[in-house]
Nanobody, 118 residues
């Protein structure tokens, strides 16, 4: 069974940092892209970042470029999202999945809450 567990969220002040982890199991991890998504209160879910498995390419939403860094450790079946210079608008529930676009996600796993206070 494919499982993805997001963790590492918390409450931080604006300007602070967090590192999220996405631990995967039940599939050949290094054969899949891994995407991070978030859903802010009252807003639709959106893509934040994604890492490819083929050429190591990465994608970032314009709103997080320069502040978020995605990385993967295939030996640990884990993808990380390092977030710095956090802003209140980064608040939301963060999810990970084996695809890079919201529309392609078939089933959402349990996310991790990130709250950035002003």
């Amino acid at each position: 069974e494919v499982q993805l567990q997001a963790s590492g969220g918390g409450l931080v002040q604006a300007g602070g940092s967090l590192r999220l982890s996405c631990a995967a199991s039940g599939f050949t991890f290094d054969g899949y892209a891994i995407g991070w998504f978030r859903q802010a209160p009252g807003k639709e879910r959106e893509g934040v970042s994604c890492t490819s498995t083929v050429d190591g390419s990465t994608y970032y939403a314009d709103s997080v470029k320069g502040r978020f860094t995605i990385s993967r450790d295939n030996a640990k079946n884990t993808v990380y999202l390092q977030m710095i210079s956090l802003k209140p608008e980064d608040t939301g529930v963060y999810y990970c999945s084996t695809v890079c676009t919201v529309d392609a996600v078939l089933k959402w796993g349990q996310g991790t809450q990130v709250t950035v206070s002003s």
